[in-house]
Every structure is written in structure tokens, then in C-alpha cells.
């Protein structure tokens, strides 16, 4: 691949794509001036997989490449047409690679970058939300409520037995973005962590201080317990009958991940005993069946898959962009670039 030339090298073309109807919502006008300040963005819009004559005119003398839903696939064809491209960078929605070629261009010597952790600050904020809702047996609480009961907590009721988060023991399945984000949040609360996580780095749980360990032990020696990892095909059913059943009488189990990575069946069955409660906001299928058992146990909290999704999440992915776009062009490392242990987690090897 030539190198680019000493204009680009100074002032680099950034190239984004995807489709018309989400540049309002993910292009705000201030970080699209930062951009601004150190690089000469252009933007194309892209609504189907074949590249257009427009971005492929665009792509001759760019530096860096942004996509996101709608942008062509990112792979060897593509890069025939940037003789001069250094970094891609994918918004949104590739945690699986099926906008971006890692490994080709990887090989090509290209950094690969994805900002999809943009949602995982309000999925952190609810994580924490829902074990505190799943403590207090809030579902079985505002069922009654609704019902037109007249609730009084009763001393033997979870609520009141097992209801505080302070000085827990907190068990995570997965330790990335999200996890890291939530341990924040969990600190004043002075809780005891677990976390089973294959992938994790070895220097994260001395950072975090917490007690990294296998899967067994994340159930059965916490009081609550918070699905956080990725729907790979190593996790997909990684949950079933045998890990709730490590699950201890007066705990809560918490989900903010994917729906599949639990056997739903096995989840309800569990949760049939009445000696433990659940906070979901994800469940296999979705949207949750009507006639799902799930919709009228009375220890269950149900939200519709929302933790990651609001206003302020949809410009943050362009915004952790810039950053690393401004790291990489000055000549610092970007966070949030593809490693041999990212593809291995997105893959379940």
C-alpha cells in the first residue's frame, strides 16, 4: 500500500458513510467541529451494500474511513479504491464483524476501530438499576400494586430479607466496557466482586479489585448475580439448568445482555421454586411472548430490551470516534482498536 502523501499526512481526509436517516442522530454538530479542527471530513451517504460512484471517489485520497448501518462492507474490494486508507473505523452494530473484514485488513496493515461501547453507559446504569429492583423484589411489589392489593412488606418477604445492595456479594459474567462502567457505579457500595470473564486482560482484576473466577463460583457464591456478555456462539445457552441451580435461595440474577445466552425454559423453571428473583431486560425471543410464563411470575421484573437505547447513546458512538480519530492522527494508540483477544470474544473461541 502506497503511503499517503505529505498534505494528506498533515491534513487527513475522513470519510463517513452510512445511511441519510441517521446522520441527524449520530452526527452532532460539535464533534463533527472537532473533527473539523485536525481533519478534513467528507461526508456519503450509503444505503445499500453496493458501494456507490460517489464514496468511491471520496475513498481515493482518505485516510480514515467511519461506517456504520446502511455503509458497503469494508473488505479487500473496498480497499482497492483507498490506496491511502490507515484506520476504519465502525460506529455501531459490528460487534461481529459483519460491516468490517478485521483480519483482511489487518493484514493490510490497517487499524480497526469500533466505538459500540457508546451504548454501554446507560446499560451499565441499568444493570445497576435492575439488581437493586431485583433485591427489593420490586416485580412482585408493583404486580400487587397494580392489582389493587393493599402491600405491606412483610419481614419475610425478599424485599425485606435480602433487599440491600450495600456490602453484597456481586457476581459478573463478562468484564468489558460495560462491566468496567458498572464497577464504577458498584464502589460506594463497598460490595464484594466476583467476575467469571475467559478473555479478560490479566491486569483488570487487580485495577478493579475483584476476584476473577470460574463461572460455578460467580453463581453459587453470590447474592446477586449480572449477565453483561456477548451473545458469541461460545455463550449462546452458556446459562442453563445446572448454572441457575447454583443460583442460592434469597439471591437475584440480573440480564442485560442477550436474551439467548440463558435457556429461557430453564429460567423459568428456576424461578418456579419462588426462592430467587430476576430483573431482565433482555429474554429469548423478543419481544417477550404473551402467552410467556415470564410476563406473570411474581418475582420477575421485565423491561423491553431497553438499557442500551436512549437519546444521548445514539451521537456518543461518533463522539468515542473522534476521540480515537484525534488520538490516531497525533500520533497516539486509539482505545478501542481490534486486538487478537477481541476477535477471539466475538467469535467464542
Known sequence: MSAPDATAAARPRV????????????LAEGDLARLHAFADPVWVASETEAMSPALREALEGAAALVVCHGAPRVDGALLDHAPHLRLVGEL??????????????????????????????PVAEWALALMMLALRNAGGHFRRLIAGEVVRQGHDDPGYLYGELTGKRVGLIGCGHIGRRLLEFLRPFRVAVRVYDPYLAPEIP???????????????????????APLTPGTRGMI?????????????FV????????????????????DVRAALDVFDPEPVPVESEIRRLPNVFLSPHIAGVTAASRPRFFALMVDELDRYFHGHRPRFAFTDRTLANRRGL
Open 92 to 121: 455501531e452494530g459490528d460487534r461481529f464483524e459483519r460491516r468490517v473484514d478485521v483480519e483482511g485488513l489487518q493484514a493490510r496493515g490497517l487499524t480497526v476501530v469500533d466505538t459500540t461501547n457508546g451504548s454501554s453507559y
Open 206 to 228: 487487580d485495577v478493579y479489585d475483584f476476584l476473577h473466577t470460574s463461572l460455578e463460583k460467580v453463581f453459587a457464591e453470590s447474592e446477586v448475580v449480572t449477565c453483561l
Open 255 to 274: 440480564n442485560v445482555s442477550r436474551g439467548a445466552i440463558v435457556d429461557s425454559q430453564a429460567l423459568i423453571e428456576r424461578l418456579r421454586r419462588g
Open 15 to 26: 470519510v463517513i458513510t452510512f445511511s441519510e436517516r441517521l446522520r441527524p442522530t449520530y
Open 240 to 252: 442453563g439448568a445446572r448454572e441457575l441451580a447454583w443460583l442460592p435461595s434469597g439471591a437475584a
